[in-house]
């Protein structure tokens, strides 16, 4: 007998729960064993983690970034701003919001993560591709997601558009949302432009803003369950990184009530980023200069390429094909697809790739699942340093973050793919119309394992020094080089 929408809700409710209570407790145990230590005076000390200050951390830096995007833009003076809703149709929903009993028309596959999935590359499309006249327009956004009533993943966002291009904004909206058969949508237009951070704040608030630790675990449990960003915002405000480092050394921001943390760092800081590309020896410089400044503030940092290589003779990759290609149908399926408006081909092929994407990830993160098993079997008594690199942390604090090269793997298979189709189609436009048309004018297996051998290159950055002077008499505050980081685990004897 099918579960009922209320037990439904209750057992997921207590499986987020319990899920995020163990990575928490991980992450805690992993920071607790971390000592950073000042390498002239001597002096260390342990780092803490408190979630729900983090959690807090993570919601204000993107409402301080929404509020000094909304101020850059009323400034401007020639921009509106949208207020979007986008949700996911009928075929994600397990459960019917109505009716509260399961779905007939949901699909198998169509999980809530490969609905974020969607609403993610969707939204992506809105503000990436949006074109007038087939020049490429640059739109302003913030965006959030956050789960329905019936656990399936909506978003909501604030788009800002110049004035002469909101009808064209809309079109291209709507376009985007028949294409990838999303669900129901609004579209409002915000006429006072002030009121458009408190605006999506409103709907957002009580569930990504949790009051209390079950709140929190129950939607912190749902985000890392299924791997969803919740936050993104049009880059303007400075670095969470840099922030962190500056506030926490000068501590620019206690007492403050009304006034924006990150503009009032700006306000007493001379900032210059200096990146060095590794391959080329070039210097870029990113500068928040202010002449009336207090701090000088300066970070250097390594940008390096790396290339992963996708083979088709990786045993990930040919375990996954194999695993698709063992079902005639799929193969055929995949094999043979000849338009792009097949949805079950592309959703299929999605569904191998992100598969061949999170083995990837698994292997990746093997070290790092290591150290948690490590640090929680703790039984003795044999002692040992090991100097980590510092940005492991933000990799356990923000495990739910999309990692740039994975999410390259995929959107590079996806396009490879789709390039495939639009062979068969060219193939089978040249020939004559036959009875058994699939087997004879397009698809061909070497050529579909072809997709799946190529380069992804991505930029890996570095940062080697932060350093923090009074600009008055020069004297130092911080700097980064004076510091050791290390981790401490207690090791089995033998081990």
């Not at 099918?2 to 207590?14: F, G, H, T």
């Not at 949790?210 to 880059?235: C, L, Q």
């Not at 492991?392 to 396009?415: F, G, H």
Request: hydrophobic share 30%.
């Amino acid at each position: 007998m099918a579960k009922s929408y209320k037990q439904y809700l209750k057992e997921q409710r207590e499986f987020y729960i319990n899920k995020s209570k163990k990575l928490e407790s991980n992450i805690k145990d992993f920071k607790e064993n971390i000592r950073v230590t000042n390498k002239l005076s001597g002096e260390s000390y342990k780092l803490k983690h408190d979630f729900m200050q983090v959690s807090l951390d993570n919601y204000l830096w993107f409402v301080y970034n929404q509020k000094m995007l909304e101020t850059k833009i009323m400034e401007d003076g020639n921009y509106v701003a949208l207020f979007l809703t986008l949700t996911l149709d009928s075929s994600f929903h397990l459960y019917s919001k109505t009716t509260k009993k399961l779905n007939p028309s949901y699909k198998d596959g169509n999980s809530i993560h490969n609905g974020y999935k969607l609403l993610n590359s969707s939204f992506r499309e809105i503000y990436k591709n949006f074109r007038v006249k087939r020049t490429l327009e640059k739109i302003f956004y913030s965006r959030a997601i956050e789960p329905h009533k019936n656990l399936t993943p909506h978003l909501h966002a604030i788009i800002y558009v110049k004035k002469e291009y909101v009808d064209n904004l809309i079109n291209h909206i709507q376009n985007i949302i028949k294409k990838n058969s999303l669900g129901r949508y609004e579209i409002e237009v915000i006429k006072d432009l002030s009121r458009s951070t408190s605006y999506l704040l409103k709907y957002i608030n009580k569930s990504t803003n949790p009051k209390n630790k079950d709140d929190y675990h129950f939607f912190s449990g749902w985000k890392k369950t299924h791997k969803i960003r919740v936050f993104t915002i049009s880059n303007l405000g400075l670095e969470r990184y840099l922030f962190k480092k500056i506030n926490h050394h000068l501590n620019l921001t206690k007492g403050l009530k009304n006034e924006n943390p990150i503009k009032k760092i700006l306000d007493v800081c001379d900032i210059l980023v200096a990146t060095k590309d590794d391959d080329t020896n070039k210097l870029r410089f990113k500068e928040y200069s202010n002449d009336e400044a207090l701090y000088r503030v300066r970070v250097n940092r390594v940008r390096k390429v790396k290339v992963r290589r996708v083979s088709i003779n990786d045993k990930i990759v040919k375990d996954n094909i194999e695993k698709v290609f063992s079902n005639d149908y799929y193969k055929r399926l995949l094999l043979h697809c000849n338009s792009t408006s097949n949805r079950l081909a592309l959703q299929k092929f999605g569904e191998m790739a992100n598969e061949i994407v999170e083995d990837i990830k698994t292997k990746r993160f093997k070290q790092i699942k290591k150290a948690r098993r490590l640090i929680k079997d703790v039984e003795d008594k044999s002692e040992q340093y090991y100097e980590i690199d510092f940005d492991k942390l933000d990799e356990l604090e923000d495990i739910d973050e999309e990692v740039i090269v994975e999410r390259k793997i995929y959107e590079k298979l996806m396009l490879r793919y789709s390039e495939y189709i639009r062979q068969n189609r060219k193939n089978s436009l040249e020939v004559e119309l036959k009875p058994n048309r699939y087997e004879y004018v397009c698809g061909d297996e070497q050529r579909f394992l072809d997709i799946f051998s190529f380069d992804v290159r991505f930029y890996k950055y570095k940062v080697e020094q932060v350093l923090i002077t009074t600009i008055e008499n020069n004297k130092k505050i911080y700097d980064s080089r004076d510091y050791k980081v290390e981790h401490y685990l207690i090791r089995k004897l033998g081990a």
